[in-house]
């Protein structure tokens, strides 16, 4: 089974910068669209970013365009999130998630696997 692992969360001040990694087993990562979601305490979950199987097609939530950038490295089965220009609004648990295609993974769908998160801080 697939499983996948975030890190590289933890406390920033605000317009600092920090990279997630989101590490994958298994030998069928390129077969899957990835994604970043997150969570704040008392919100619901939200999409963030997504990236094609190839890493051809990106795709950004509005409140993170220009400021976050998702990529992926197949070879080492890792997707990874940018996040540049942090805001306190920013501030959640991140989780990266597999699934059929980045299209669908904006609307929350086709979501197959999920990480267990980790926790950004982003202080003012």
């Known amino acids: 089974q697939v499983q996948l692992v975030e890190s590289g969360g933890g406390l920033v001040q605000a317009g600092g910068s920090l990279r997630l990694s989101c590490a994958a087993s298994g030998r069928t990562f390129s077969m899957y669209a990835m994604g970043w979601f997150r969570q704040a305490p008392g919100k619901e979950r939200e999409f963030v970013a997504a990236?094609?199987?190839?890493?051809?097609?990106?795709y950004y939530a509005d409140s993170v365009k220009g400021r976050f950038a998702i990529s992926r490295d197949n070879a080492e089965n890792t997707v990874y999130l940018q996040m540049n220009s942090l805001k306190p609004e920013d501030t959640a648990v991140y989780y990266c998630?597999?699934?059929?295609?980045?299209?669908?993974?904006?609307?929350?769908?086709?979501?197959?696997?999920w990480g267990q998160g980790t926790q950004v801080t982003v202080s003012s």
């Open positions: 990236i094609s199987t190839s890493g051809g097609s990106t």
């Open positions: 998630a597999g699934g059929a295609t980045a299209l669908a993974m904006t609307l929350m769908k086709s979501t197959s696997y």
